[in-house]
């Protein structure tokens, strides 16, 4: 018996829809927090900020999936697409609200989309996760096959994309926003590490 | 320019704070079910301009030397020392020397200016504010005829401002305007709001209030105030000179290199509120667009 196999094993009978409900529980109350002043007195921006720095925080527990499985054993792979879809749905209401309750403006929208470097990076990375999400399902994986590993290796790509969309909005040099970018080109760094061919013992 | 700026409204239309935050929280009350949006201020030129709250005014600020956060200012401000308090004037004056705060208070007249307040990063507010021009405390020192600008500074005092351990900017905090917009009648060095003492996080006890341009040219808590004959250092443009320029008119056509100042946001408004249109120089174009006659906006932003 291995030290993870407890924890595999609770994993095992956890439910992936107990963590969607646990996941999504700070977008209720996010919005409450918006409107009795929890969130300042510029609630928008500050709804926007939390939105995608959840998103950037669960891409990046995505990515620690594999590296936990191969590294150390722990198996949460049930859960890797739970955590995908989850990154999906922030992203989303980010825009939403970047959309609808920051901009507001038909035109102005466009205009910042071709126009803010860090805009473009961002609605980038939100097109390349509509096709991930439309297959983040048992039917599609088995429709596609080896095809769906493939394409989902853009989940890299995202991640990417989704820190330095963070760099570049930043005013001046903050720590934050290179600590994520630091996780996230650590996480994509592990994946090149070699595997070791089995030695016959 | 030898005109008054007369002030279209009166202490009548001020409405008074306890009644106008008796109003938001019942607005607040329906926003809160979801229904509306406060809408904020004017949406264009003359019309009647709607203050933003108290609480907005001083809970909602820039002021780096206690923070960078919005809040920052609000819970750190308290720790300056405002009296006693004196304005060094120098330069090209006839009558230098440490001004007291009382002294120049004695001599000036305060009248209530509601103006638009617009910062670069595209939000804005209402302000009630209570102060004299700043052509009268020149005058009162005597400005010396090749004078061209004006500088300002703010106070820097480490161990009463807890923002200055970082070296966000080059402090202490400066600022600078040519002659002729530090004596437009607009230009005042402000010493309250809403009637009361400007409190500590807004400038206190003087500060300047250009209306037509960006809120960061509207240095607080001056400590010196130089005339001189060349163009003055300004501090956001030593840190940053694309983004932040010595101008700084507030200008819908000319965006800050990384968003749009075509719209901006008015504060308070909560979760549901709207951006409105920036207006040329904040709405006071018939005031001010005759200074900048035959300069190219872009070029000198």
């Not at chain 2, 904020?40 to 301009?49: E, F, I, K, S, Y």
């Not at chain 2, 720790?79 to 090209?92: A, Y």
């Not at chain 2, 990063?121 to 504010?129: N, R």
């Not at chain 2, 700043?134 to 400005?143: F, N, P, Q, S, T």
Request: glycine share 10%.
């Amino acid at each position: 018996m291995s030290p993870v196999d407890p924890i595999n094993g609770t994993a095992r009978r956890v439910p992936t829809w107990a963590v969607y409900i646990l996941c999504l529980l700070p977008v209720p109350w996010l919005l409450y927090q918006g409107q009795t002043g929890g969130l300042g007195r510029e609630p928008i921006k500050a709804l926007e900020h939390a939105l995608g720095e959840i998103a950037l925080q669960l891409l990046i527990i995505g990515l620690c999936i594999t590296p936990l499985r191969r590294f150390l054993g722990v198996n949460f792979m049930k859960f890797r697409r739970t955590f995908g879809m989850l990154a999906f749905i922030y992203v989303f209401l980010h825009l939403l609200v970047w959309l609808f309750l920051d901009v507001g403006i038909v035109s102005q929208i466009w205009t910042d989309i071709v126009k803010r470097p860090y805009i473009t990076v961002g609605m980038v990375a939100f097109a390349l996760m509509l096709p991930l999400a439309a297959t983040s399902n048992n039917w599609s994986v088995r429709r596609l096959g080896p095809t769906w590993r493939t394409l989902h290796r853009l989940t890299y790509v995202v991640a990417f994309l989704g820190g330095l969309h963070f760099l570049l909005l930043t005013r001046g040099i903050q720590l934050e926003p290179i600590l994520y970018m630091g996780a996230i080109l650590g996480l994509l760094a592990l994946r090149r590490v070699p595997k070791r061919s089995r030695v016959a013992a | 320019m030898a005109y008054r700026w007369k002030n279209t409204l009166t202490e009548n239309d001020v409405t008074p704070e306890g009644v106008y935050m008796n109003r938001r929280q019942l607005m607040a009350g329906v926003a809160g079910l979801g229904l509306v949006g406060m809408t904020g201020a004017a949406q264009a030129q003359g019309d009647v301009l709607e203050p933003s709250a108290w609480d907005d005014i001083t809970g909602y600020n820039n002021f780096y030397e206690f923070g960078t956060g919005k809040e920052d200012p609000a819970r750190n401000a308290h720790m300056l020392t405002t009296e006693p308090w004196s304005v060094q004037i120098d330069g090209m004056v006839d009558r230098p020397g440490a001004y007291a705060f009382e002294d120049i208070m004695a001599q000036m007249s305060i009248e209530e200016r509601i103006y638009r307040f617009r910062c670069v990063e595209a939000w804005s507010m209402v302000i009630p504010w209570n102060g004299f021009e700043l052509r009268d405390l020149l005058e009162m020192a005597g400005v010396q005829s090749g004078g061209k600008y004006v500088a300002f500074e703010t106070l820097l005092r480490p161990e009463e401002m807890p923002g200055v351990s970082s070296p966000v900017l080059d402090w202490p905090y400066v600022e600078g305007l040519r002659m002729d917009e530090a004596v437009h009648p607009l230009t005042i060095m402000a010493t309250g709001i809403y009637g009361k003492d400007i409190p500590n996080q807004n400038g206190a006890p003087l500060r300047l209030v250009v209306p037509w341009k960006y809120g960061f040219k509207s240095i607080k808590s001056i400590v010196r105030i130089t005339v001189m004959d060349e163009q003055p250092l300004t501090s956001w443009n030593k840190s940053n000179p694309r983004e932040y320029g010595f101008y700084s008119n507030v200008n819908p056509n000319v965006d800050h290199r990384r968003w749009s100042q075509a719209t901006e946001r008015v504060v308070g408004g909560g979760l549901f509120s709207k951006r409105q249109p920036t207006l040329m120089f904040n709405g006071y174009e018939d005031e001010v667009a005759g200074l900048y006659e035959g300069m190219d906006l872009v070029k000198f932003n």
